[in-house]
C-alpha cells in the first residue's frame, strides 16, 4: 500500500512536470544568439619621417577601417521566416560595406525595404541613417540555421566599433552571447540540469522497490553519475518527437 502511493505521488508529480515543461515549449519566446568579430585592417597615418599612409573612401579621407563580423544562429527547435535584422553602430562609427548570408541558402540577404528605399534616395540629410545602420531581411532560418554578416566599418576617433543587433519579429528573442559549449551536439548546461532532473525521479522506484538501501544508493549514484549522458537522450528524444509532430 505504502509503495503504490508512493508511485501515484512519482507519477502525478511526474506528469505535472512533463506537461508544464511542453506548455512551457509551446508558448517559449524564440531565442536567437549573436556574436560579434572585429577584426582591425588599418588606419589613416602621418608620420614625419616616413610620410602618409591615408585611407579613402569614394576619395574621402577615413580615420580608421575594421572588419566586423556578425554571426547569428537559430538555437531554439521552431523554424522562423520573414525576419528583420536590425544592425546598427555606435555614433562615433559608420558602416562603409556590408554583406549578409543565410549559410543554407546560396543568395545574398536584401535591405528591409524601407532602409532600401532611403538608401536610393540618398537624401544629404539621411546620411545618418544609411551609414549608422544595416536592415536585412532573413526569409527563413530554420532551427539550427545560421547567418553570417560582414561589415567594413571606419570609426571617426579610430577606437574599435561597437554594433548592436536587434530584431522585433513577434515571439522572437534576440540577445548577445558566446557560443554554448556542448556534448554530443546539445548544450551541455542543459543537458546537466534535465538528466539531473529525469535522475531524481527515477532514484524514486528505485528506492521503493530495491529493498537493499545499499544497492539502492549504489544504483542512484551510478544514474547520477551518468545523469549528463541521461539528459542529452533526453533532448534528443524530444527533438526528435518533435520532428515526428511537426
Known amino acids: 500500500m505504502r509503495n503504490e502511493i508512493i508511485l501515484s505521488l512519482a507519477s502525478l508529480i511526474s506528469g505535472g512536470l512533463i506537461k508544464g515543461i511542453w506548455d512551457k515549449f509551446k508558448k517559449r519566446i524564440v531565442c536567437i544568439r549573436y556574436t560579434v568579430w572585429h577584426q582591425y585592417l588599418g588606419a589613416s597615418v602621418d608620420d614625419p619621417r616616413f610620410g602618409s599612409l591615408k585611407l579613402?573612401?569614394?576619395?574621402?579621407p577615413i580615420k580608421s577601417l575594421y572588419m566586423s563580423n556578425i554571426y547569428l544562429a537559430n538555437e531554439s527547435?521552431?523554424?522562423?521566416?520573414g525576419l528583420e535584422i536590425n544592425i546598427i553602430c555606435d555614433q562615433g562609427s559608420a558602416i562603409l560595406i556590408s554583406y549578409g548570408?543565410?549559410?543554407?541558402?546560396?543568395?545574398?540577404?536584401?535591405?528591409?525595404?524601407?532602409?532600401?528605399?532611403?538608401?536610393?534616395?540618398?537624401k544629404p540629410e539621411n546620411m545618418a541613417y544609411i551609414f549608422g545602420?544595416?536592415?536585412?531581411?532573413?526569409?527563413?532560418?530554420?532551427?539550427?540555421?545560421?547567418?553570417?554578416?560582414?561589415?567594413?566599418?571606419?570609426?571617426?576617433?579610430?577606437?574599435?566599433?561597437?554594433?548592436?543587433?536587434?530584431?522585433?519579429?513577434?515571439?522572437v528573442k534576440i540577445k548577445y552571447g558566446s557560443v554554448l559549449p556542448k556534448l554530443f551536439g546539445e548544450p551541455q548546461a542543459q543537458s546537466?540540469?534535465?538528466?539531473?532532473?529525469?535522475?531524481?525521479?527515477?532514484?524514486?522506484?528505485?528506492?521503493?522497490f530495491i529493498k537493499s538501501k545499499i544497492v539502492a544508493v549504489l544504483v542512484a549514484a551510478i544514474i547520477c553519475l551518468f545523469a549528463v549522458l541521461l539528459g542529452i537522450v533526453l533532448i534528443k528524444f524530444w527533438k526528435l518527437l518533435i520532428k515526428i509532430l511537426g
Open 192 to 208: 546537466a540540469w534535465i538528466g539531473s532532473l529525469a535522475a531524481l525521479l527515477l532514484c524514486i522506484p528505485i528506492i521503493v
Open 101 to 122: 548570408k543565410n549559410r543554407e541558402s546560396l543568395k545574398e540577404l536584401t535591405f528591409a525595404e524601407k532602409y532600401n528605399t532611403v538608401l536610393l534616395e540618398k
Open 56 to 60: 579613402l573612401y569614394n576619395d574621402n
Open 133 to 171: 545602420r544595416r536592415d536585412y531581411i532573413v526569409p527563413v532560418l530554420n532551427r539550427g540555421g545560421k547567418v553570417d554578416f560582414s561589415l567594413l566599418i571606419t570609426n571617426f576617433k579610430g577606437l574599435q566599433p561597437v554594433l548592436t543587433v536587434r530584431c522585433d519579429h513577434p515571439g
Open 77 to 81: 527547435e521552431q523554424d522562423l521566416s
